[in-house]
């Protein structure tokens, strides 16, 4: 029999190899940032992503990605980066609308060209009950890059959202040019197309959605 297929097919083993990356990463991060003698920015960016490898856990490890976090914006006070990466965390990990909020307004402030950032704040003012101002963000985001794919999807959603299928499905469709193998953008023109009442074409989108995301 082909033992390596089944080996290959068995989720735990796949959980086991991120488990084990993870590890190997914290490690070397905690190399860089406790004996490698970095200083200035260079130290602030190894805290930085030691940080965003802890910031998904509770307790210990969240709080000690939160001081990461605030020493590397200590050490380089103007990093607009440092400010994004912790009002993320706020938002995904601690639901902090607040604290997310004020992070990303100082990111923007610092680089306002960067359209991530907008995306970004976009998702916190929608999770404050702000659509206007989420679609206000997501419409600047991508007037600085007309080819964020995050900017696409979240706008076709909020279009979606609203009823406004045309503009979603034109947003939607955009993005799945930019990212053809995103199996997520397929299933939300599923979605899309199924309230415009397209049935075939949103089983056409839910096939190809699984069949992305069954090759992983």
């Known amino acids: 029999s082909d033992l390596h297929g089944s080996a290959e097919a068995s989720p735990t083993a796949d959980a086991n190899v991120v488990l084990e990356q993870h590890r190997k990463a914290r490690e070397a991060c905690d190399k ?4 490698a003698g970095l200083n200035g920015r260079d130290l602030a960016e190894a805290l930085l992503d030691r940080a965003d490898l802890a910031a998904p856990e509770t307790g210990k490890a969240y709080t000690q990605a939160m001081a990461d976090y605030e020493r ?28 997310a909020l004020r992070d990303l307004d100082t990111a923007i402030r610092l680089e306002p060209s960067n359209s991530q950032f907008y995306v970004t704040r976009a998702s916190i003012q929608s999770w404050n009950g702000r659509p206007e101002l989420a679609m206000s963000d997501l419409n600047q985001a991508l007037s600085l ?27 939607f469709d955009a993005a799945l040019k930019l990212a053809p193998n995103d199996s997520g953008v397929y299933g939300f023109r599923a ?6 009442g397209d049935e075939k074409g949103a089983k056409a989108d839910d096939e190809k959605m699984m069949e992305l995301w069954l090759k992983g």
Request: aromatic share 6%; net charge neutral; charged share 25%.
């Open 32 to 35: 860089l940032v406790d004996t």
């Open 72 to 99: 590397a914006i200590a050490l380089v006070p103007d990093l607009a980066d440092a400010y994004w990466r912790r009002g993320k965390a706020n938002l995904l990990y601690a639901r902090d609308l607040t604290a």
């Open 145 to 171: 890059d007309p080819e964020n794919v995050h900017a696409l999807t979240n706008r076709g959603l909020a279009y979606s959202n609203d009823g406004n299928n045309s503009r979603a499905l034109a947003d």
């Open 191 to 196: 979605a899309a197309r199924r309230q415009a």
